[in-house]
């Protein structure tokens, strides 16, 4: 390896803290991420959402599409989660 491409190279030690990642601090920035995408969508109609392999798609009628490829959170519904009848 040359010696100007040595002086790019990082260490262990410098990728080690790119592994440091808070999980609340990066649901918390999904978050945002996700509300200031729907924040532009209102009063947009939804022609059509599907389920894709890194994500959900979100396409409107003026054509514009809208991909969100975190998951912030989701509980399975179930009978656990249905109110209960009187």
């Known amino acids: 390896m ?3 491409d040595a002086s790019k190279t990082g260490t262990v030690d410098d990728l ?3 592994l440091e ?3 609340d601090a990066l649901r918390e920035a999904e ?4 509300q200031a995408i729907l924040d532009t969508m209102v009063g947009a ?3 059509s959402a599907s389920m894709e392999e890194r994500g ?6 003026s054509g514009n ?3 969100f490829y975190g998951f912030i959170g989701n509980v399975p519904s179930g009978p656990r989660d249905r109110p209960k009848e009187s």
Request: proline letters at 4%; glycine letters at 0%.
């Open 2 to 4: 040359a010696e100007s």
């Open 16 to 18: 080690e803290s790119l």
């Open 21 to 23: 990642i808070d999980p």
């Open 31 to 34: 978050f945002a991420q996700a």
């Open 45 to 47: 109609t939804i022609a």
């Open 56 to 61: 959900i798609v979100i396409e409107v009628t």
């Open 65 to 67: 599409r809208y991909f």
